[in-house]
C-alpha cells in the first residue's frame, strides 16, 4: 500500500505538514519540493508504440484547447520565477511536432534565473531540428528508442522510421545536446533480448542509455505486471555481458535512474525502476499538459485547471496559488502496488513524460 505510506528519503522528510499553502515554492505534505517541470506541448504523435496507444491513434485534442505558445511561455515564466523550477523539460506526445517549438525553447533560455532545458522526443526529425533547438538554446534532449531491429521497430511503433531515429540521435550529438540519453523500454517476447545490443550501440555512440520499466499508462490499459521486464531482469541481462557496479560517483538525489558504471567506467548505464523500485519519496517533478492542466504525479487522478483560470483574466499570483494547491495535494507514491490503484483515464501521450 504505497500510497498511504509517508516517504522516509532525507529529501522527501523537509518541513512536513508545516508547509503553508502560500508557501513560495511548490511543496507537498510530505515536504517534497517540486523543482523539475515537465511540459506537454502536443498530444499528437507520428508514431504509434505499442505500450503507448493503438494502432489507429487516438482522438487528439481540439486547437482551441491546447495552450497557446504564448500561454505555455507565461505559465513556464511563473513556475521559474515564482516558484522554484530550476529545470523545465518539454514533452509529448511528440514536442518536435509542436510549430513553435524553437520559439519556446528560446524564450524559455531568456528567463532570469534560467533553467535546464530539455527535451525528451522519439527522434523523428531531430536530424533537421537539433541544429535549430540548440541555437535556441535547448541543452539535452532524451531520444527514445526500444529496438536496433527494423521489424521489430515496425512491430512495436507501427511505422518504419528507425532510420530516421538514429539519424536524429546522430544530430543531436552533432550539435551539441549532450549527454544525448536514450530510453529504453523493453517488454517480453518483442525486444527483451537487446538489452546487450542497445547498450553495447550507446557505449559505441557516445549515448547515454537508459531502461525504463514499463508503466501501467497505455490508452488500452492493457499493462500486466507479467509482462513487464523488471529492473532486476535487465540487470541480469546486462551483467552476463558486462560488469556492472553501482556508480558512487553519482549522487542519485530526486534522478529517477539508478546508475551503473559498465566495465569500471567511466561510461554509464540506468535503470528506471518505477514500478519494482519506486522513487516516489524524492520525486520533484510537476507536470503540465498541452491543455493546460497541472498533474502532480504521472499516475495521479485529478487535475488542476491553469488554462482556463489563465483564459478567464487570473493574476499570476492567482494562478501561482492554484498552481501550489495542486502540488500540496501530492500522495506519498503512485500506488501501483496498492488494490485500489486505477490507472489513470489519461495515456502518457496526453499527460507527457
Known amino acids: ?5 509517508r516517504p522516509h528519503s532525507p529529501a522527501a522528510r523537509g518541513t512536513g505538514a508545516g508547509q503553508q499553502e502560500g508557501a513560495p515554492v ?3 505534505t510530505f515536504g517534497r519540493t517540486a523543482t523539475d517541470l515537465r511540459v506537454s506541448l502536443t498530444d499528437r504523435c507520428n508514431l504509434r508504440c505499442s505500450y503507448c496507444m493503438p494502432p489507429e491513434g487516438l482522438d487528439w485534442l481540439p486547437k482551441p484547447e491546447l495552450l497557446t505558445d504564448d500561454e505555455v511561455v507565461r505559465l513556464v515564466t511563473l513556475a521559474v520565477r515564482d516558484l522554484g523550477v530550476t529545470e523545465v523539460r518539454y514533452t509529448g506526445g511528440e514536442p518536435l511536432l509542436r510549430r513553435g517549438l524553437a520559439g519556446i525553447v528560446a524564450r524559455t533560455a531568456e528567463l532570469s534565473p534560467r533553467p535546464q532545458i530539455s527535451l525528451t522526443t522519439n527522434g523523428i526529425g531531430l536530424d533537421r531540428l537539433a541544429a535549430p533547438l540548440a541555437a535556441a538554446g535547448l541543452d539535452r534532449v532524451n531520444v527514445s528508442l526500444d529496438t536496433l531491429d527494423r521489424a521489430t521497430f515496425q512491430r512495436l511503433a507501427h511505422r518504419d522510421r528507425l532510420g530516421d531515429v538514429l539519424k536524429g540521435l546522430a544530430a543531436a550529438r552533432a550539435a551539441g545536446l549532450e549527454p544525448v540519453k536514450v530510453n529504453a523500454v523493453l517488454m517480453r517476447g518483442v525486444n527483451d533480448h537487446e ?3 542497445l547498450l553495447r550501440f550507446c557505449l559505441d555512440h557516445g549515448y547515454r542509455l537508459r531502461f525504463i520499466e514499463q508503466m501501467p499508462l497505455d490508452a488500452q490499459h492493457g499493462w500486466t ?3 513487464m521486464v523488471t529492473a532486476d531482469e535487465i540487470l541480469d541481462r546486462l551483467s552476463a555481458a558486462f560488469a556492472l557496479a553501482p556508480d558512487a560517483a553519482h549522487d542519485r538525489g530526486s534522478a529517477p535512474a539508478e546508475s551503473f558504471t559498465v566495465d ?3 561510461a554509464t548505464v540506468g535503470v528506471i525502476g518505477s514500478v519494482t523500485r519506486p522513487f516516489c519519496g524524492a520525486c520533484d517533478r510537476v507536470r503540465l499538459t498541452a491543455d493546460g492542466q497541472v498533474r502532480n504525479c504521472l499516475f495521479a487522478t485529478e487535475e488542476s485547471n491553469l488554462r482556463d483560470a489563465l483564459r478567464g483574466g487570473a493574476t499570476d ?3 501561482a496559488d492554484r498552481w501550489r494547491k495542486a502540488v500540496l495535494r501530492k500522495r506519498a507514491g503512485h500506488g501501483i502496488d496498492d488494490p485500489s490503484f486505477l490507472q489513470p483515464a489519461r495515456p502518457m501521450s496526453a499527460i507527457g513524460g
Open 1 to 5: 500500500m504505497v500510497w498511504r505510506d
Open 26 to 28: 511548490l511543496v507537498d
Open 195 to 197: 538489452a546487450v545490443p
Open 225 to 227: 505486471r507479467t509482462g
Open 264 to 266: 569500471g567506467g567511466p
Open 317 to 319: 499570483a492567482e494562478l
